[in-house]
C-alpha cells in the first residue's frame, strides 16, 4: 500500500494538537489564521497581463473563545492535566522501615 502525500486535518484536530504543543490545560482555544494580501500583474506573456490578488497565509495560531463552535475545543477536555500517582507510603523515614 502506498504511503500517503497528503494528510488532512479538521480545525478541532489542529487546535487540540497546538493546545497540546504549549502545554494549555484550561479554557476554549479555537485557531486563527492570519492572512497577507498582495498584488501583482500575473499572464501567460506579457500581452496577457491581469491584475491579481496574492493572499498569502502569513501566521496560523490559537485564540482564546467564548464558547465553543467548529473552530474551536475546551482545553481542559481535549488536554487535561496529568494526574500525579498516588505515592504509598510516602514520608516515611529509613529508620521507620527498620522498626519493623
Known sequence: MPEPTQLAFSHKEVATALLKAQGIHEGIWGIF??????AMNVGASEADLNPTAL?????????????INNLSVDAALVNPRAVAPKRI??????RAEKKR
Do not use: E, R, Y
Open 33 to 38: 489564521i492570519k492572512f497577507g494580501f498582495n
Open 55 to 67: 493572499v498569502p497565509v502569513t501566521a496560523i495560531g490559537l485564540q482564546q473563545f467564548d464558547k
Open 89 to 94: 507510603g510516602a514520608g516515611k523515614t529509613a
